[in-house]
T-cell receptor, first 114, second 109 residues
Framework: EAGVTQFPSHSVIEKGQTVTLRCDPI?????LYWYRRVMGKEIKFLLH????????ESGMPNNRFLAERTGGTYSTLKVQPAELEDSGVYFC????????????FGPGTRLLVL | RKEVEQDPGPFNVPEGATVAFNCTYS??????FFWYRQDCRKEPKLLMS???SGNEDGRFTAQLNRASQYISLLIRDSKLSDSATYLC??????????FGAGTTVTVRA
C-alpha cells in the first residue's frame, strides 16, 4: 500500500513569490491534516480536512495560507505571498475513518524562503 | 506554557544500555497519547500508543500518569538503530495532534 506522498520534496523561493505544496493521502483515507515545523520549534497543527470539507483550520498562521482538497482526494497548500518566516518543513498526514486513529505522515516538503 | 514539553536530551548511551525519558502535557482533558519516532530529515512514524495501564512493545515500555500529566518511554537493550528523535504526541481532541519538540537519543557502539 502506498503511503502519504508529498510534492515537491524541496522548494526554494524568494520572498513575495507563491508556492503550492501538494499532498496525496493514503487511498481511502478521509481525514487529511497539514502540519508545519519551523526551525527550532515543534511540529504544529495547521488544519484538518474530512473529505473535501475543512473541519478545523485554527492552526493556519494567516490569510497568506490557503488549503484546498477538491474532490476529497489530494490536497494543496498555497502560500501567497511567501515570507521569510514561512520557511520550514510542511508535513501532510492522513487517517482512515476515526480521527483518533493513527495518523500516517508523508515525507514532508522543505520550504526555504529567501 | 507549551502544550507538550520534553527533555531535549541528547541522551548518548552505549549499545545494550537502558535509556528513559519523559514528557509532560498541559491539558488535563487530553484523550490519547503516543510516542512517534523521527529519523533525521524523515517523517514522524508512530512508535507506540500509550495506555493508562502502561504498555510494552518489545524493548520499548511506555507509561502514562494522568494525575501528574506525564508520559514516559523506556528503551531496554538499546540498539544502534534506536538512534533517533522521539516525539511525545498528545491528542487534545479527536484529531489534532500536539507535538513535543523531541528527545534526541544516540546509541553508540
Amino acid at each position: 500500500e502506498a503511503g502519504v506522498t508529498q510534492f515537491p520534496s524541496h522548494s526554494v523561493i524568494e520572498k513575495g513569490q507563491t508556492v503550492t505544496l501538494r499532498c496525496d493521502p493514503i487511498s481511502g483515507h478521509d481525514n487529511l491534516y497539514w502540519y508545519r515545523r519551523v526551525m527550532g520549534k515543534e511540529i504544529k497543527f495547521l488544519l484538518h480536512f474530512v473529505k473535501e470539507s475543512k473541519q478545523d483550520e485554527s492552526g493556519m498562521p494567516n490569510n497568506r495560507f490557503l488549503a484546498e482538497r477538491t474532490g476529497g482526494t489530494y490536497s494543496t497548500l498555497k502560500v501567497q505571498p511567501a515570507e521569510l518566516e514561512d520557511s520550514g518543513v510542511y508535513f501532510c498526514a492522513s487517517s482512515q475513518d476515526l480521527a483518533w486513529e493513527t495518523q500516517y505522515f508523508g515525507p514532508g516538503t522543505r520550504l526555504l524562503v529567501l | 506554557r507549551k502544550e507538550v514539553e520534553q527533555d531535549p536530551g541528547p541522551f548518548n548511551v552505549p549499545e545494550g544500555a537502558t535509556v528513559a525519558f519523559n514528557c509532560t502535557y498541559s491539558n488535563s482533558a487530553s484523550q490519547s497519547f503516543f510516542w512517534y519516532r523521527q529519523d533525521c530529515r524523515k517523517e514522524p512514524k508512530l512508535l507506540m500508543s500509550v495506555y493508562s495501564s502502561g504498555n510494552e512493545d518489545g524493548r520499548f515500555t511506555a507509561q502514562l500518569n494522568r494525575a501528574s500529566q506525564y508520559i514516559s518511554l523506556l528503551i531496554r537493550d538499546s540498539k544502534l538503530s534506536d538512534s533517533a528523535t522521539y516525539l511525545c504526541v498528545v491528542n487534545m481532541n479527536d484529531y489534532k495532534l500536539s507535538f513535543g519538540a523531541g528527545t534526541t537519543v544516540t546509541v553508540r557502539a
